[in-house]
């Protein structure tokens, strides 16, 4: 896999800093980033389901459930 240059520094730089091989170095920010971002809440790799007290958009099998369309 190759990233554009500003990222491949930045992989370049993490595996530097925390001895890791490449595919590890990208494995570990990936999943932080994801996390982070609420898609591997616990491990189970499934959108937050409420996001601001609302049903995620992401989460809803329907969309048309949260247009209030039936």
Do not use: C
Not at 15 to 35: F, G, S, T, Y
Request: proline share 7%; hydrophobic share 40%.
């Amino acid at each position: 896999m190759i990233f554009p240059d500003d990222m491949e520094l930045a992989v370049a730089l993490y595996m530097a800093d925390n001895a890791l091989p490449r595919h590890v170095a990208i494995e570990k920010l990936l999943k932080a980033e994801l996390e982070s971002a609420g898609y591997l809440v616990g491990g189970t790799g499934r959108p937050p389901e409420i996001v601001d007290g609302q049903p995620s958009a992401d989460y809803v099998q329907y969309r048309s459930y949260l247009n209030g369309e039936a």
